[in-house]
């Protein structure tokens, strides 16, 4: 383990390993197996890059998306690793030449997509070879119960029958208890390790409101507490993506699309533009985001309610992976909700997977119908129990509930009267009493519950109604026009041997929550950042690589706490290894020299 922190200073410029990092290097290098769950930014690309580094022989990762192989290997090139990727972008001589890397033992990881990896082909080239470990990057893609099933994954389980003696660490950021057990199950880890970290992310707010014109909604949360900052908005639909950038350039905002039926070229372009350039906001359907390292992203917006805690978690993730404030903001409604139960039930899936999903979208309804902290029931999908977390909306500002039960008697028995046969909408109008030739020609401007809800609006039956399903007492069938369902819960409620207590109607706007970084505290320390800031956007410029890679925002900060004067103070500045201070060290130093010189010319003045 010595030489283990040895590599994660002088090689990654880490100061010491993070939670049970140094028990997963010390069980790989070791030779042994492991599974480990780490949020995202947790550091897991150091639980086998380290290993990699200690043993001999080449590593072969296993990651899903080409982006990602590229920013990986860019990164470790940048920290004087030698690192490759081979995918359907990469030439044929580029190929030749990293397979006599391989035979030659000068390469120490190498990056595969899993169809590669499992091919005949590959397989006979490793077996002439020394490999020192195989890691399976996103794990969770192995089984139908996680949220990007891949069958190509299943088929990574003959690694441990071809190489039983070479260690294998499965990787990823999300699984609850069904998909850890696909995991072990087809990647043959039943004996590994297991190694869980906290998904806890203590750095993000979240923030989740009710959908009332959803684009304004989305360019006030952008205007007054993200302006300036790089994010991510993610939509249901190709057509929503272009309106809602389409929206946020008409109000002065330096949005980009990104979905799959943009031509390559955009979507290739949009994503560079992202990733190297500061103040974009990508508005993207969830094809975007899993290949992408950005650490700097300030927020991730959902305009649409995701399709499962595991899609909301990721997605969410992708903010704040430097492990500074970070803001998750959603906006749902209850078409949303409708919709979203819809295409899982005009899916091809089986019966057994269209529960699965079921649950899982309703899993997601429950957090966003919650008065109780965000944090709590997201952490409790993936086994873990919390307190209230004090950093999301309904901790900053708590909903006071009110004794709704009368109001709510009158929605489950005009849900019974209608005959559980019509959606929200009809039973609504119903309810308020709306002339309607629908509801006359049905004869329900008869029943006892017509227009016995007249005073209260829309709007506010909608809210009732969307709390209800929260709340267990209706349910809606996606078969049959999405009509509300009476549930068991509901008996009690009807009988009144039951008393509701809902969220208000109407919500007072939540404390606006900014979340950057108080550590600008004068004037000075802000030129300074903008400087290096500058220098790092020329250096990844320079070297056809995202300013990340240079460095993050935390090395950035450092330097400015610290002010460094040589070149030895820089191996005390977080994220500088031996070869960034080799190969920009001195241009760091010429930036704090000059803003130094600048600072003593402007006291004097003053």
Same mark, same amino acid.
């Given at each position: 383990?010595n030489?283990?922190?040895?590599?994660?200073q002088?090689?990654?410029?880490?100061?010491?390993?993070?939670g049970?990092?140094?028990?997963?290097v010390?069980?790989?290098?070791?030779?042994?197996?492991?599974m480990?769950?780490m949020?995202?930014?947790?550091g897991?690309?150091l639980?086998?890059?380290?290993?990699?580094?200690?043993?001999?022989?080449?590593?072969v990762?296993?990651?899903?998306?080409?982006?990602?192989?590229?920013?990986q290997?860019?990164?470790?090139?940048?920290?004087?690793v030698?690192?490759?990727?081979v995918?359907?972008?990469?030439?044929?001589?580029?190929?030749?030449?990293?397979?006599?890397?391989?035979?030659a033992g000068?390469?120490?990881?190498?990056?595969?997509?899993?169809?590669r990896?499992?091919?005949?082909?590959?397989?006979r080239?490793?077996d002439h070879?020394?490999?020192?470990?195989?890691?399976?990057?996103e794990?969770?893609c192995?089984?139908?119960?996680?949220?990007?099933?891949?069958?190509?994954?299943r088929?990574?389980g003959?690694?441990?029958? #071809?190489?039983? %003696? +070479?260690?294998?660490? &499965?990787?990823? !950021?999300?699984a609850?208890?069904?998909?850890?057990? $696909?995991?072990?199950?087809?990647?043959?880890?039943?004996e590994?390790a297991?190694?869980?970290?906290?998904?806890?992310?203590?750095?993000i707010?979240?923030?989740?409101?009710?959908k009332?014109?959803?684009?304004?909604?989305?360019?006030?949360?952008?205007?007054?507490?993200m302006?300036?900052?790089?994010?991510?908005?993610?939509?249901?639909?190709?057509?929503?993506?272009e309106?809602?950038?389409?929206?946020?350039r008409?109000?002065g905002?330096?949005?980009?699309?990104?979905?799959?039926?943009?031509?390559?070229?955009?979507?290739?372009?949009?994503?560079?533009?992202?990733t #190297?350039?500061? %103040? +974009?906001?990508?508005? &993207?359907?969830? !094809?975007?985001?899993?290949?992408?390292?950005?650490? $700097?992203?300030?927020?991730?917006?959902h305009?649409d309610?995701?399709?499962?805690?595991?899609?909301?978690?990721?997605?969410?993730?992708?903010?704040?992976?430097?492990g500074?404030?970070?803001?998750?903001?959603?906006?749902?409604g209850?078409?949303?909700?409708?919709?979203l139960?819809?295409?899982?039930?005009?899916?091809?899936?089986d019966?057994?997977?269209?529960?699965i999903e079921?649950q899982?979208?309703?899993?997601?309804?429950?957090?966003?119908?919650?008065?109780?902290?965000?944090?709590?029931?997201?952490?409790?999908?993936?086994?873990e129990?919390?307190e209230?977390?004090?950093?999301?909306d309904?901790?900053l500002?708590p909903?006071?509930?009110?004794?709704?039960?009368?109001?709510?008697r009158?929605?489950?028995?005009?849900?019974?009267?209608?005959?559980q046969?019509?959606?929200?909408g009809?039973?609504?109008?119903?309810?308020?009493?709306?002339?309607?030739?629908?509801?006359?020609?049905?004869?329900?401007?008869?029943?006892?519950?017509f227009?016995i809800?007249?005073?209260?609006?829309?709007?506010?039956?909608?809210?009732?109604?969307?709390?209800?399903?929260?709340?267990?007492?209706l349910?809606?069938?996606?078969y049959?026009?999405?009509?509300l369902?009476?549930?068991?819960?509901a008996?009690?409620?009807?009988?009144g041997?039951?008393?509701?207590?809902?969220?208000?109607?109407?919500?007072?706007?939540?404390?606006?929550?900014?979340?950057?970084?108080?550590?600008?505290r004068?004037?000075?320390?802000?030129r300074?950042w903008?400087?290096?800031?500058q220098w790092?956007?020329?250096?990844?410029k320079?070297?056809?690589?995202?300013?990340?890679?240079?460095?993050?925002?935390?090395?950035?900060?450092?330097?400015v706490?610290?002010?460094?004067?040589?070149?030895?103070?820089l191996?005390?500045i977080?994220?500088?290894?031996?070869?960034k201070?080799?190969?920009f060290?001195?241009?760091?130093?010429?930036?704090?020299?000059r803003?130094?010189?600048?600072?003593?010319?402007?006291?004097?003045?003053?």
């Amino acid at each position: 383990m010595n030489a283990a922190r040895h590599i994660l200073q002088t090689t990654f410029g880490y100061p010491d390993f993070r939670g049970n990092q140094a028990q997963i290097v010390e069980t790989v290098a070791a030779g042994g197996n492991a599974m480990v769950l780490m949020p995202t930014g947790g550091g897991k690309s150091l639980c086998y890059q380290i290993p990699a580094l200690l043993r001999e022989g080449v590593a072969v990762v296993v990651s899903p998306l080409i982006a990602l192989m590229d920013d990986q290997v860019a990164a470790l090139r940048l920290a004087g690793v030698e690192a490759a990727a081979v995918h359907s972008g990469v030439p044929s001589e580029q190929l030749h030449q990293i397979a006599d890397a391989v035979s030659a033992g000068r390469l120490k990881l190498l990056y595969v997509a899993p169809e590669r990896a499992v091919s005949e082909k590959f397989l006979r080239f490793l077996d002439h070879h020394l490999i020192s470990l195989f890691a399976i990057d996103e794990a969770h893609c192995v089984s139908q119960w996680g949220h990007d099933f891949r069958p190509e994954y299943r088929q990574l389980g003959l690694l441990a029958q #071809r190489y039983p %003696h +070479i260690p294998r660490i &499965a990787l990823t !950021a999300t699984a609850d208890s069904q998909t850890r057990a $696909d995991i072990k199950h087809y990647l043959h880890l039943q004996e590994a390790a297991e190694f869980t970290a906290s998904f806890d992310r203590p750095n993000i707010h979240y923030q989740i409101v009710e959908k009332n014109n959803g684009k304004k909604q989305l360019l006030d949360f952008i205007q007054k507490q993200m302006r300036g900052q790089s994010g991510i908005v993610y939509c249901l639909s190709r057509k929503s993506v272009e309106d809602v950038a389409a929206f946020l350039r008409e109000n002065g905002l330096n949005a980009l699309p990104y979905h799959a039926g943009l031509p390559n070229e955009t979507r290739t372009e949009h994503q560079r533009r992202f990733t #190297r350039e500061d %103040h +974009i906001i990508m508005v &993207a359907t969830v !094809a975007f985001g899993m290949g992408i390292d950005k650490p $700097d992203v300030r927020f991730v917006a959902h305009l649409d309610m995701p399709q499962s805690i595991e899609h909301f978690y990721q997605e969410s993730g992708r903010a704040g992976r430097d492990g500074l404030p970070a803001h998750s903001w959603l906006c749902y409604g209850m078409n949303n909700l409708m919709l979203l139960r819809e295409r899982i039930a005009q899916s091809g899936a089986d019966e057994t997977q269209k529960q699965i999903e079921l649950q899982k979208l309703n899993a997601v309804f429950d957090v966003c119908e919650t008065a109780g902290c965000r944090r709590v029931p997201l952490l409790r999908h993936f086994g873990e129990a919390s307190e209230p977390c004090g950093n999301c909306d309904n901790c900053l500002n708590p909903p006071v509930r009110f004794d709704a039960t009368e109001s709510v008697r009158k929605l489950l028995s005009c849900v019974y009267r209608v005959g559980q046969s019509f959606a929200a909408g009809y039973v609504i109008s119903v309810l308020r009493g709306k002339a309607d030739d629908w509801i006359a020609r049905n004869r329900h401007d008869t029943l006892s519950t017509f227009g016995i809800g007249a005073d209260l609006s829309e709007k506010d039956w909608r809210s009732i109604t969307r709390q209800c399903i929260g709340l267990g007492l209706l349910d809606s069938d996606p078969y049959h026009f999405h009509a509300l369902r009476l549930t068991e819960a509901a008996k009690p409620v009807l009988k009144g041997s039951e008393t509701v207590l809902l969220r208000p109607l109407k919500r007072a706007k939540a404390a606006v929550q900014t979340p950057r970084g108080d550590w600008l505290r004068t004037e000075r320390e802000e030129r300074l950042w903008q400087a290096l800031r500058q220098w790092r956007i020329g250096r990844a410029k320079a070297d056809n690589v995202p300013a990340y890679i240079v460095c993050g925002d935390r090395t950035l900060q450092d330097i400015v706490r610290r002010m460094p004067k040589q070149l030895s103070d820089l191996s005390e500045i977080y994220g500088l290894g031996a070869a960034k201070i080799t190969q920009f060290g001195a241009e760091i130093l010429a930036v704090c020299a000059r803003f130094a010189a600048q600072q003593n010319d402007f006291e004097e003045m003053a």
